[in-house]
């Protein structure tokens, strides 16, 4: 997997659909998300890059976020546009800052909700007293202004159900509510396979899966790690692929290395087309503390194979109902995960055709209709 977010994805199907359909379509991105933003949208009338630095955006770095904020006022003004729409509750944050500045426009805008950020923002909590007592009270403060952002939209879009009833639960009700599922946008380009991974994938005597995730906590490929350390005592010809990089990779080369399978790991870095491993593996994994949505599972059906998925609050449950497929464990559990694999092992490998599900849930016209329609009420409230 190449290390272009799901919601960067989206976004930039969205803004084609949209030019297609006739709007003139401005993007602005934030350098600090380059890496997972990094996308040319090539489609939009024109790309602002606004340049800060990712230091600027620490918790509790809200005299950083307000000066952020003050250049978003600055570029939405010179733009003047009808509609304003917000990928992430992050620039949803931003931009309702921006209106306290004087001078903003006040410009109706939508806020496009990707990421479970209650989960994300539990996570970041300190357990030393002071640190904690300062990191808990600036996470509070910054959890009510998401909150009032989110409010003070003129429409909501949530990448599930179960994201939308996270937010209900927090005692959000807003008129205008779309539920949206991310498209499963198929690889753009398809380059030679890993030379390994191409000769495990291919060899019929092994049995390869695939995660495709950065590295990063949220993931958790230490469970991943641990349990397949502990499937392959059962199973010596099961390989794991894992796709994608991240800040802590080192450190997950260093568990593999530990844990003695370094040698049936491999670790490929980002890949333009994850679909074309999908495909040849028996499975995709998704260890995840948390997820947005969890839309790697959704590509590995669309590429005709089953998932092993952790059963966290948001997505997966929701994806394996919709797709009537796949294999959920609760999240962290390394003996749950590991007889995940071996079940997997031990059931003969079957593609999976979801081909109507996928078109009529998780294609690109019907995520543009879905944000269409909201656009259509919003304007014409």
């Known amino acids: 997997m190449n290390n272009i ?53 620490y918790i509790g770095g809200a005299i950083h976020q307000i000066l952020i904020a003050k250049k978003l006022s600055k570029v939405i003004n010179n733009l003047k546009p009808d ?49 904690a007592a300062i990191q808990n009270l600036s996470i509070s403060i910054d959890s009510w202004i998401n909150l009032a952002a989110i409010k003070q939209a003129s429409g909501l879009v949530f990448v599930c159900k179960t994201l939308a009833q996270r937010f209900l639960q927090l005692g959000l009700t807003h008129p205008r509510i779309a539920i949206s599922y991310n498209p499963a946008i198929p690889d ?22 695939v995660c495709a995730a950065r590295f990063h906590y949220q993931k958790d490929h230490k469970t991943l790690l641990k349990a397949f350390a502990k499937a392959s005592e059962a199973y010596s010809n099961i390989r794991l692929i894992l796709l994608g990089d991240g800040d802590l990779e080192t450190d997950i080369q260093a568990l593999a290395n530990s844990l003695g399978i370094r040698h049936i790991v491999l670790f490929t870095g980002s890949v333009p087309n994850p679909r074309a491993y999908f495909s040849l593996s028996r499975a995709v994994i998704l260890a995840s503390h948390f997820e947005g949505f969890g839309m790697v599972i959704v590509e590995a059906v669309a590429s005709g194979v089953t998932f092993i998925a952790s059963d966290c609050p948001v997505g997966p449950r929701e994806i394996s109902e919709v797709l009537e497929c796949g294999t959920l464990v609760p999240p962290s559990d390394v003996n749950a995960l590991a007889a995940a694999i071996i079940d997997c092992v031990k059931t003969p490998q079957q593609k999976i055709d979801r081909s109507e599900q996928i078109a009529q849930f998780f294609s690109e016209p019907s995520c543009a209709n879905q944000l269409e329609s909201l656009i259509q009420q919003v304007i014409y409230r």
């Open 5 to 57: 977010g799901g919601a960067a994805r989206t976004a930039d199907s969205l803004i084609s659909s949209q030019v297609k359909a006739g709007y003139k379509v401005s993007t602005v991105v934030l350098t600090y998300l380059d890496s997972l933003w990094a996308v040319d949208f090539k489609a939009a009338k024109q790309v602002i890059i606004m340049r800060v630095a990712g230091s600027q955006f």
């Open 83 to 131: 509609l304003i729409i917000c990928h992430t509750a992050f620039i949803t944050k931003l931009y309702y800052i921006s209106q306290f500045i004087p001078g903003s426009l006040s410009i109706p805008y939508i806020s496009y909700i990707h990421t479970d950020y209650i989960a994300e923002s539990q996570v970041k909590v300190k357990t030393d007293s002071i640190k």
């Open 188 to 209: 753009l380009n398809n380059p030679p396979l890993n030379s390994t991974a191409k000769s495990w994938l291919n060899n019929p005597e092994l049995i390869t899966f």
